[in-house]
């Protein structure tokens, strides 16, 4: 049974940086794509990007100059850092490991980040 | 913006078949499986179906799904009360070399 547990700072003041933490129970941690998601309130999900167990990342366009996806593969544990945050980033962000890069079948509990002077 | 276009929203009384739609492009949909995931209030979305028509262990076979060119379908037959939920199509995407998700169908069980 994997599970995937998820930590971070909820309440951000705009230009810091948002810091999660996602780590990775039972499974292996190598053969996937570690992943994070966002869903601003009331919208849609939007893919942020995805690491392997290596290191190789890849980023959304739309955010890849704000973001850094890294891990800690002896710790089996994946983090986020998206700098520079607006209002606009306000959203519960998921982490979630991806099965052949495109499907999601573990997801982490999300995060509410709320981005607010 | 989502270049997955599904209806807002879509509804049926229990017991009824119902389908939700989701169109792309051959960047995505023409080119690679279609996923679906049901998001219940104010929980982490959940894996329904991969690769276009593959239901995970555990989703009743009351739920599938089917592509055909840049379209895919998600049917839910026999619909039951615990069904209202959000459902989201998505499809890696070639032009933004990730994911890219639908705006998401909001189910409601008359």
């Known amino acids: 049974q994997v599970q995937l547990q998820q930590w971070g700072a909820g309440l951000l003041k705009p230009s810091e940086t948002l810091s999660l933490t996602c780590a990775v129970y039972?499974?292996?941690?190598?053969?996937?794509?570690w992943t994070w998601i966002r869903q601003s309130p009331g919208k849609g999900l939007e893919w942020i990007g995805e690491?392997?167990?290596?290191?190789?990342?890849n980023y959304n366009p739309s955010l890849k100059s704000r973001v850094t996806i890294s891990v800690e593969t002896s710790k089996k544990q994946f983090s986020l850092k998206l700098t520079s945050v607006t209002a606009a980033d306000t959203a519960v962000y998921y982490c979630?490991?991806?099965?052949?890069?495109?499907?999601?079948?573990?997801w982490g509990q999300g995060t509410l980040v709320t981005v607010s002077s | 913006q989502s270049v997955l276009t599904q209806p807002p929203s879509a509804s049926g009384t229990s017991g009824q078949r119902v389908t939700i739609s989701c169109s792309g492009g051959?960047?995505?949909?023409?080119?690679?499986?279609v996923n679906w995931y049901q998001q219940l209030p104010r929980t982490a979305p959940k894996l329904l179906i991969y690769?276009?028509?593959q239901r995970p262990s555990g989703v009743p076979d009351r739920f599938s799904g089917s592509k055909s060119g840049t379209s895919a379908s998600l049917a839910i037959s026999g619909l039951q009360s615990e069904d209202e939920a959000d459902y989201y199509c998505?499809?890696?995407?070639?032009?933004?070399?990730?994911?890219?998700f639908g705006g998401g169908t909001k189910l409601t069980v008359l």
């Open positions: 051959t960047s995505n949909i023409g080119n690679n499986p």
């Open positions: 998505a499809a890696w995407d070639e032009r933004l070399n990730g994911v890219l």
């Open positions: 039972g499974g292996s941690f190598r053969g996937y794509y």
């Open positions: 690769d276009n028509n």
């Open positions: 690491i392997n167990h290596s290191g190789s990342a």
């Open positions: 979630a490991r991806a099965v052949v890069i495109d499907y999601f079948d573990n």
